[in-house]
């Protein structure tokens, strides 16, 4: 039986898991690339048959990850598959204050693992399918509402979200030049009840001017739940014309 394989980083909670658990089934091959495994996905996975591999990383120093990566997948050979995915979902946001305030590894932690790894995920991603003709591949870039609203206090995770977007674009330019390119887009899930959500709405008022609307959005219901905004996701990434827009936003 051929496979679906597919990479998802940050699958270790949050909306990362949540498409994990969505994912998994009897013909998929799913690699999950978090700073921690889950057991649960584990037991999961061996109740319904899904191959799961789960690769302990910290996304911050992403160069060996990628090139581990691309050899993995060269191990495959496509005849194998049905189609080959990466999501890049993986982020963090630095702390909520402003730019002469932040510290200096706390910006770069946040640049390198929500822009420097999906470019270099991606690159290898591509690198090593680039010879499959015949299987439908695609790159899902996990974005944000923030990549294009600016925001004070964080600068540093609203520059990755927007740098992102715009890889992407450039991404899809590339991908179309070829025979059979990757399928790309940098899709904003909307918002979602997270522990990033919990981290702005419980942040100082003081240096983050946009607390209270974060606190606002959970007090009156307004978040999406994790596996909501999965499904959304999941959906979209299935659609027939995934990929027509490389930047977009799911309540679209």
């Not at 996975?45 to 997948?73: I, T």
């Not at 932690?109 to 015949?134: I, N, Q």
Request: with cysteine.
């Amino acid at each position: 039986m051929k496979k679906q394989l597919t990479i998802l980083t940050g699958a270790s909670r949050g909306l990362g898991l949540a498409m994990a658990e969505q994912m998994l089934a009897a013909n998929t091959v799913l690699l999950c690339i978090s700073r921690t495994g889950n057991d649960a996905l584990t037991q999961q996975a061996s109740h319904c048959g899904a191959e799961l591999l789960q690769w302990q990383a910290d996304l911050s120093d992403a160069a060996p990850v990628a090139r581990r990566l691309q050899e993995w997948l060269a191990t495959y050979q496509p005849s194998e598959l049905t189609g080959a995915t990466l999501i890049n979902n993986a982020g963090v946001i630095s702390e909520l204050t402003a730019l002469r305030d932040a510290q200096a590894d706390d910006l770069a932690r946040a640049l390198r693992v929500g822009l420097e790894a999906p470019m270099l995920l991606s690159a290898a991603f591509l690198a090593a399918t680039k010879g499959w003709t015949h299987v439908p591949r695609k790159v899902l870039n996990i974005s944000s509402g923030l990549g294009r609203r600016a925001m004070a206090s964080s600068s540093a995770y609203c520059a990755a979200k927007a740098g992102m977007d715009h890889f992407t674009r450039c991404l899809a330019l590339e991908e179309k030049l070829l025979t059979n390119g990757a399928a790309v887009c940098s899709l904003a899930p909307g918002v979602i009840d997270t522990d990033m959500q919990v981290q702005l709405r419980s942040a100082n008022a003081t240096q983050f001017p946009d607390q209270a609307g974060f606190a606002a959005l959970h007090q009156k219901g307004q978040l999406s739940s994790p596996a909501d905004a999965a499904r959304r996701l999941l959906a979209y990434l299935n659609r027939p014309d995934f990929g027509s827009e490389p930047v977009a936003d799911v309540r679209n």
